[in-house]
C-alpha cells in the first residue's frame, strides 16, 4: 500500500525543501508576513542578505534571506546586488500581502517581479501552497547553474498558512559543464605559441580541488597568475608564479604584462570595469591579446570581448580537464614568471611614510606575520580596502570575503557569517569610519550570536573614496565628505564585547593580542592620519596634481 502523503502548511514545505537542500543556516530579520517559516535572527535586512550571501560564498550553495514585505525587500536589494555582480548562489524569500488583497496597493505591498527583474536571475511569487516544492526546486537550480546568481520567491502570507498534501523533492544538484576534447588541444596549441602567456582566475564555482588543479596546471606550464578583483583566495600569495590582483589600484607593471600579454587565459572572471581598468586592458569587442575565456555561464562569453577560444566550462568543470593538456618541451617564458612575481613581492612590501596616526601598511605587515593561513579577512568599499588587497598575501580558499560589487557595509554581515560558519578560524572585519556606519548594527547580532569577530575600524574622518575623487576634480571644493565620529570602542564594549582605540602604530599589536585573546566580539578603533588617503598618495599630492593639470 503506498504512503500516504501527509497535509503540510506552505510554510512547513519551505523548510522541508531547505532541509533537503542542505541548507545549515538561515538569515533574516522577523516580520509577520512570514510568520510560519521564522527561524533565524539579523539586525537590519540588508545586512541579513549581505550575511547569506557571504554564506553562499563560503558554502559554494546557495545563502538564504528571509525578510519581511515592502521596507524589508527593499533594504535587502543591497545583498541581491552584491549577489548578482560577484555571481554567487543566493536565494532570498520575501513576505508579500495576502492573494486576496492584490494589486490595490496594501500594506507594504510590492510587485516583486517589477521590483527585482534586472537585479536578479529569476523572480517569481508562489500562488499555490502545493507548487512550494516545485518553485524552490528550480529555485537553487537557477541560483547555482551556469553564472551562479540570486533569486527571489515571494510568498503571500495566506499562501504559508494553507495545508495541501504534496510530495517533497529532493536536493537539486548543480550542473557543471566541461570543455571538449578539440578545446582543450586548441588551448594546448595556443600555449605552444605563446611567448607573453598569462592566466588570470576569477569568478565563482570554484573547488577546492578545482583550485588546486589550476595551481599544478600553472606550475607544469610555469605560468604567471593573477587573480581578478576581490577572488584572491583563488591563488596562494607566496606560490613563485603569482602576479597579483588584476583589480582597484592595479600594480603598473602587472597593468603592463596584461596588456602585452599575447595570450590570456581568463578562468571564471568576466573582466568588467573594475579588474579592467575602466575597460581599458582589453579593446572591445576584440582584444589585442589572443584571449582563451572559460566561463559556466555561456552569456558572458562574447558578451564584451570575442575570445579567440570561447570555453563554455565552470572553473571545476575546466580544471578536471587540464591534465589532458601538455606543456611544450622547453618553455620560454619562465624568466617572465620570476620577473612578475618580483614585481608583485616589491609592490606588495610595505614601506614606511611620514604620516601621522597609525600607519596602516605596518599594520599588515604586522597581521601578516601572525595570521595564520586559515585567517579570513573581510572588507566592504572605501579606500581603506587598498591597503588589504595590496599588502595581505591571501594564501588559500575562503579566506576573503569582499564585494566586487563595490558595496559599503559589507565587510561586518560577511565577518558575522563567516564566523558562525567557521567558529575556529580568526575572521577580521576591515571597515573605514563610513563604511563601518552603513551596518554596524550588525556588531549587535555577532555579540548576540557569540561570535567573536574583530573588527578593524579605520577612521579618518570622511569617505575617503569619494574625498579623493573630489581633489582630483575639484581640488579645494570639498564638500559633504566630512564625518564627525563617535568612539567606535565604546559601542564594542555597550553590546559586551572588546573595545579600544589605537591612535600610534606602536599600540596597535598589544591592542590585537589584547582583543584576540578576549573571546569576544571586538572593534579595534584605528585613528589613521586624513592625509594618508592611499598606500601611495596624500591629499596634499593629489591635489597638488589637479591644480597643475
Request: hydrophobic share 40%.
Amino acid at each position: 500500500m503506498p504512503d500516504v502523503i501527509p497535509s503540510r502548511t506552505g510554510g512547513r514545505l519551505i523548510v522541508e525543501a531547505l532541509e533537503a537542500n542542505g541548507v545549515e543556516r538561515v538569515f533574516c530579520v522577523p516580520g509577520e508576513s512570514y510568520l510560519a517559516v521564522l527561524d533565524a535572527l539579523a539586525r537590519h535586512e540588508g545586512g541579513a542578505a549581505m550575511m547569506a550571501e557571504a554564506w553562499g560564498k563560503l558554502a559554494g550553495k546557495p545563502g538564504i534571506c528571509f525578510v519581511t514585505r515592502g521596507p524589508g525587500a527593499t533594504n535587502a536589494a543591497a545583498g541581491l546586488h552584491v549577489a548578482m555582480q560577484d555571481s554567487t548562489p543566493m536565494v532570498l524569500f520575501v513576505g508579500q500581502v495576502g492573494r486576496s488583497m492584490r494589486e490595490r496597493e496594501a500594506f507594504q505591498e510590492i510587485d516583486y517581479r517589477r521590483m527585482f527583474g534586472d537585479v536578479v536571475k529569476w523572480v517569481a511569487e508562489i500562488d499555490e501552497t502545493a507548487r512550494i516544492p516545485e518553485f524552490l526546486s528550480r529555485a537553487f537550480q537557477v541560483a547555482t547553474s551556469g553564472r551562479p546568481g540570486p533569486v527571489v520567491l515571494a510568498l503571500p502570507e495566506d499562501m504559508l498558512r494553507e495545508k495541501t498534501a504534496v510530495a517533497s523533492v529532493g536536493a537539486s544538484e548543480p550542473i557543471e559543464t566541461y570543455p571538449g576534447l578539440t578545446q582543450t588541444a586548441q588551448l594546448q596549441k595556443l600555449l605552444w605559441k605563446a611567448e607573453r602567456p598569462l592566466l588570470v582566475l576569477g569568478g565563482s564555482r570554484w573547488s577546492d580541488a578545482a583550485i588546486a588543479s589550476m595551481q599544478r596546471f600553472a606550475e607544469r606550464f610555469d605560468l604567471p597568475v593573477g587573480v581578478s578583483l576581490r577572488r584572491q583566495g583563488l591563488f596562494d600569495h607566496e606560490h613563485p608564479n603569482f602576479a597579483g590582483e588584476v583589480g582597484i589600484a592595479i600594480n603598473p607593471a602587472l597593468a603592463k604584462r596584461v596588456r602585452e600579454a599575447d595570450l590570456l587565459i581568463l578562468v571564471g572572471g568576466r573582466m568588467s570595469e573594475m579588474p579592467s581598468s575602466g575597460y581599458t586592458l582589453l579593446d572591445i569587442p576584440q582584444p589585442k591579446q589572443t584571449l582563451v575565456h572559460v566561463h559556466g555561464g555561456s552569456d558572458e562569453l562574447g558578451r564584451v570581448y570575442r575570445p579567440a577560444l570561447a570555453v563554455n566550462a565552470t572553473p571545476n568543470g575546466f580544471a578536471a580537464q587540464l591534465e589532458a593538456v601538455h606543456p611544450p618541451a622547453t618553455i620560454p617564458w619562465s624568466a617572465e614568471t620570476r620577473a612578475a612575481n618580483k614585481a608583485y613581492r616589491d609592490w606588495s612590501d610595505p614601506k614606511p611614510r611620514n604620516v601621522g596616526g597609525v600607519e596602516m601598511g605596518a599594520v599588515m605587515r604586522t597581521l601578516r606575520e601572525r595570521l595564520g593561513k586559515d585567517a579570513i579577512l573581510t572588507n566592504g568599499a572605501g579606500n581603506y580596502a587598498n591597503w588589504v588587497h595590496r599588502y595581505h598575501r591571501f594564501r588559500g580558499p575562503n579566506t576573503q570575503l569582499a564585494p566586487t560589487s563595490g558595496s559599503m557595509g559589507y565587510g561586518v554581515p560577511a565577518a558575522v557569517a563567516a564566523k558562525l560558519r567557521y567558529p575556529e578560524r580568526t575572521v577580521i572585519a576591515f571597515a573605514g569610519d563610513g563604511c563601518f556606519q552603513m551596518t554596524n548594527n550588525e556588531f549587535g547580532t555577532a555579540a548576540q550570536e557569540g561570535a567573536a569577530i574583530l573588527v578593524i575600524v579605520v577612521d579618518n574622518s570622511m569617505y575617503g573614496t569619494i574625498r579623493a575623487h573630489q581633489e582630483r576634480s575639484y581640488p579645494d571644493r570639498i564638500e559633504a565628505t566630512k564625518l564627525v565620529n563617535p568612539d567606535f570602542a565604546a559601542l564594542a564594549r555597550a553590546y559586551g564585547g572588546h573595545g579600544e582605540t589605537v591612535e600610534t602604530t606602536e599600540e596597535f599589536l598589544p591592542a590585537f593580542e589584547r582583543a584576540a585573546a578576549s573571546g569576544k566580539p571586538a572593534i579595534l578603533h584605528v585613528k589613521v592620519d586624513p592625509q594618508a588617503i592611499s598606500p601611495s598618495a596624500t591629499i596634499d599630492e593629489i591635489r597638488g596634481k589637479s591644480l597643475k593639470g
